[in-house]
């Protein structure tokens, strides 16, 4: 079936930096933009950026501009986001998403903690 | 950035009764072209979002038709006809139109 499989969850310290992949089944891969989206505990959740595997074009929130790389291996059906500068207040769990929201993955955990 | 504001931010109903929840956004959600990309969902506790209505008023695959979406412009509103036990979670608006993408503060819903 369609599905986004997510990667483990994380633990790291302030300045640190964290990837996190996502990885597609059920569909062509290349055909459906990949989003992520972040939700702290007990928060809302919050828009991060998009990418397009096929042509590994992306667009970031301006929040995230200069600490968020968002970048795909096609061979493997797989979308990473990588966030750098890690600080306590990215604390939350990670999702990805395709293009229109109606798949999205299971989430993955990450913890900022010195 | 677009803000979307979403009331009431706390639910409580009782089963059987119905429940909506009003959206409103600060910018028309109306595209270039033609569409309204307003999508609902609803997050159950320990579970990632799931999508419910896209486009105003698509229902997706396996939605129940006691959920339906409406509205247009600003003013968006998704309507339970009759709660049921397995409706309690948060429930998000989202606009696709504007850039960034931005989401509704959430709805939780809870059964009296």
């Known amino acids: 079936q369609v599905q986004l499989v997510q990667s483990g969850a994380e633990v790291k310290k302030p300045g640190a930096s964290v990837k996190v992949s996502c990885k597609a089944s059920g569909y062509t891969f290349t055909s459906y933009d990949i989003n992520w989206v972040r939700q702290a505990t007990g928060q809302g959740l919050e828009w991060m950026g998009w990418?397009?595997?096929?042509?590994?074009?992306?667009g970031y929130a301006q929040k995230f501009q200069g600490r968020v790389t968002m970048t795909r291996n096609t061979s493997i059906s797989t979308a990473y986001m990588e966030l750098s500068s890690l600080r306590s207040e990215d604390t939350a769990v990670y999702y990805c998403a395709r293009t229109t929201f109606d798949i999205w993955g299971q989430g993955t955990m990450v913890t900022v903690s010195s | 950035d677009v803000v979307m504001t979403q009331s009431p931010l706390s639910l409580p109903v009782t089963l059987g009764q119905p429940a909506s929840i009003s959206c409103r956004s600060s910018?028309?959600?109306?595209?270039?072209?033609?569409?309204?990309?307003l999508n609902w969902f609803q997050q159950r506790p320990g579970q990632s979002p799931r999508r419910l209505i896209y486009?105003?008023?698509n229902w997706d695959s396996g939605v129940p038709d006691r959920f339906s979406g409406s509205g247009s412009g600003t003013d968006f509103t998704l309507k339970i006809s009759r709660v049921e036990a397995e409706d309690v979670g948060v429930y998000y608006c989202m606009q696709g139109t504007h850039w960034p993408l931005t989401f509704g503060q959430g709805t939780r819903l809870e059964i009296k």
């Open positions: 910018q028309s959600l109306v595209y270039s072209d033609g569409n309204t990309y």
């Open positions: 486009k105003v008023s």
């Open positions: 990418m397009n595997p096929n042509s590994g074009n992306t």
